[in-house]
């Protein structure tokens, strides 16, 4: 049984078909991007797993159950967490801080004034713990917004990680990134999936960085899935190079 499985999910704009019949199966432990042109309908995948959107049709089923229409707080405390295209942080606050904030969003209890001290203990050590993680423990002290982009993006990953998800969903999280950067995240990022044999959901627009780290890759045009493969597969499709690539192959 996949993980995380798509099942003919719709989403109509008015007369825009935003993304059109879209079936997928993400095993436990694969990571997989999902790529495609501008307007390619990814982003609205991304809001419609998890909950920003309701879809016109199909379903999204994880760990064996509907979470079709379910709010996004009630799919995080499922088990599902993202990033976001543009970095969404509270510049004043410490790296840790945010983190801690986002570890937060799965406890139930969070906002009780009874007993909160241990939601706040528990949420403090998985922000440590994402931190270390993600190679960001000597900087947890500073002020999110005088990191640097790169450091941003992956703190924004560390946000993630401290929810404990079982699925992680990573919106262009090389986006802005200069090239050094960008090789770092992607060291980073690596390291990350293969220690810990995390199930991800990534969208892209790097297709270097893409190759590196999907072990498979979904390709998305005009809100319709017209490729779905091993990455070796996906830059040999002429479909694909006609439509995104560009002849990379």
């Given at each position: 049984?996949?993980?995380?499985?798509?099942?003919?999910?719709?989403?109509?704009?008015?007369?825009?078909?935003?993304?059109?019949?879209?079936?997928?199966?993400?095993?436990?432990?694969e990571?997989?991007?999902?790529?495609?042109?501008?307007?390619?309908?990814?982003?609205?995948?991304?809001?419609?797993?998890?909950?920003?959107?309701?879809?016109?049709?199909?379903?999204?089923?994880?760990?064996?159950?509907?979470?079709?229409?379910l709010?996004?707080?009630?799919?995080?405390?499922?088990g599902?967490?993202?990033?976001?295209?543009?970095?969404?942080?509270?510049p004043?606050?410490?790296?840790?801080?945010?983190?801690?904030?986002a570890?937060?969003?799965?406890?139930?209890?969070?906002?009780?004034?009874?007993?909160?001290?241990?939601?706040?203990?528990?949420?403090?050590?998985?922000?440590?713990?994402?931190?270390?993680?993600?190679?960001?423990?000597?900087?947890?002290?500073?002020?999110?917004?005088?990191?640097?982009?790169?450091?941003?993006?992956?703190?924004?990953?560390?946000?993630?990680?401290?929810?404990?998800p079982?699925?992680?969903?990573?919106?262009?999280?090389?986006?802005?990134?200069?090239?050094?950067?960008?090789?770092?995240?992607?060291?980073?990022?690596?390291?990350?999936?293969?220690?810990?044999?995390?199930?991800?959901?990534?969208?892209?627009?790097?297709?270097?960085?893409?190759?590196?780290?999907?072990?498979?890759?979904?390709?998305?045009?005009?809100?319709?899935?017209?490729?779905?493969?091993?990455?070796?597969?996906?830059?040999?499709?002429?479909?694909?190079?006609?439509?995104?690539?560009?002849?990379?192959?």
């Amino acid at each position: 049984m996949a993980l995380l499985e798509l099942d003919k999910l719709t989403r109509r704009f008015g007369g825009l078909m935003a993304v059109d019949r879209v079936s997928m199966r993400v095993e436990e432990g694969e990571v997989r991007a999902v790529i495609g042109p501008n307007g390619a309908g990814k982003s609205t995948l991304f809001n419609l797993i998890t909950g920003v959107l309701t879809p016109s049709h199909g379903s999204v089923h994880f760990a064996g159950e509907s979470i079709t229409g379910l709010s996004a707080p009630r799919i995080c405390q499922r088990g599902i967490a993202r990033t976001f295209q543009l970095t969404a942080l509270f510049p004043e606050m410490s790296a840790r801080e945010n983190v801690g904030l986002a570890a937060q969003a799965r406890e139930p209890g969070r906002w009780r004034f009874c007993g909160g001290g241990a939601v706040f203990d528990a949420a403090g050590r998985r922000a440590d713990a994402a931190l270390e993680r993600l190679g960001l423990s000597a900087i947890g002290h500073r002020p999110a917004g005088l990191l640097s982009h790169g450091d941003q993006r992956l703190l924004e990953v560390a946000m993630a990680l401290a929810q404990e998800p079982r699925v992680l969903l990573l919106d262009e999280p090389t986006q802005g990134l200069s090239v050094d950067e960008t090789a770092q995240a992607v060291e980073t990022l690596s390291g990350l999936f293969t220690g810990n044999r995390m199930t991800v959901l990534l969208v892209e627009h790097d297709m270097e960085v893409v190759f590196r780290l999907a072990q498979r890759i979904t390709v998305l045009h005009r809100g319709t899935v017209i490729a779905d493969g091993l990455p070796q597969a996906i830059k040999q499709d002429e479909q694909v190079q006609a439509a995104y690539l560009g002849g990379l192959a």
